[in-house]
């Protein structure tokens, strides 16, 4: 696949979750407890993002470049739309952004360009759910079943959709007139979090714990960022070394290396998967909005 040492520790954190889910789900499935199939199809789906992002899929143009903003700093990729790409473009030539908040801002971009993604890939599966139910002939409580499983489609879609527009305007903002230093978050998957969270049926308790959740999510997100950074130095240091011959200096590099991967990668888990259940909990409260 060509990954650097820092997308390959991404890649076993998501398959890592992947098969928690698998597992958790073959379990629901023997206790009868998903006959629609909702969750056998969020499965196959989360599978498709994943094959996706890293190029599995067999499309030749669908994998990430191989890139990492703090080895190549933040010319190695491509956006794949031009209004992100033009916004991009003007933050750049602004003089409103450090070096650090430049490299923050990418981050941001990527981000962005990954939710597009991912809504592009539910859209692609929901409109083949849709051409399948249309050819059906005999209605049935079967079809009935499938017509509730595209209704939670399309509201996943909805909050998809909201999520992306809200970022778009935020990256918008920032591009034009820089960081705000009162922000309360950095991390863009949290902003995105405590954006939805404040447009959900939480009460201002919940919203005030949710808040300090997230504080404590985006702690755990930079010490991840950390990781990366010393996994990415110590893969190149690595290869430095090989090429100078020095056996022990050599096994060093490759301990260090190896720590610093394990380290990535349990982290990499822990925070996707801290992810998955902050953003369940909003889901749960924007429905409540809905009803």
Do not use: C
């Amino acid at each position: 696949l060509h990954l650097s040492a820092v997308k390959l520790a991404e890649l076993h954190s998501d398959l890592k979750i992947q098969e928690k889910d698998e597992l958790s789900w073959k379990k629901l499935k023997a206790e009868g407890l998903d006959e629609d199939g909702e969750k056998e199809a969020k499965l196959r789906r989360n599978l498709h993002v994943i094959m996706t992002k890293y190029g599995m899929n067999g499309k030749k143009d669908s994998q990430l470049v191989d890139t990492n903003y703090i080895k190549d700093g933040t010319e190695s990729d491509t956006l794949d739309d031009p209004r992100l790409e033009k916004l991009w473009s003007k933050a750049k030539t602004s003089g409103k952004f450090s070096d650090e908040e430049l490299d923050k801002l990418w981050r941001e971009f990527k981000h962005h360009k990954e939710k597009i993604r991912e809504y592009n890939i539910l859209l692609e599966t929901v409109s083949r759910t849709e051409d399948i139910h249309k050819n059906v002939i005999n209605p049935s409580e079967e079809n009935l079943v499938k017509e509730e499983i595209l209704h939670n489609k399309h509201r996943e879609l909805k909050e998809k959709l909201r999520s992306i527009n809200q970022g778009f305007e935020r990256l918008r903002k920032v591009s034009h007139q820089g960081y705000d230093t009162t922000n309360e978050f950095e991390e863009p998957r949290v902003i995105d979090l405590w954006d939805m969270a404040k447009s959900a049926n939480f009460t201002e308790k919940e919203l005030e714990s949710f808040w300090e959740e997230l504080k404590h999510f985006e702690a755990k997100i930079e010490k991840h960022h950390h990781y990366q950074k010393q996994l990415e130095i110590s893969h190149q240091k690595l290869k430095h070394v090989e090429g100078t011959g020095d056996k022990d200096h050599l096994n060093r590099n490759k301990e260090k290396y190896a720590m610093l991967q394990e380290k990535t990668k349990e982290l990499g888990y822990k925070v996707k998967k801290h992810l998955q259940d902050l953003s369940s909990r909003i889901s749960q409260g924007l429905q409540h909005n809905e009803l």
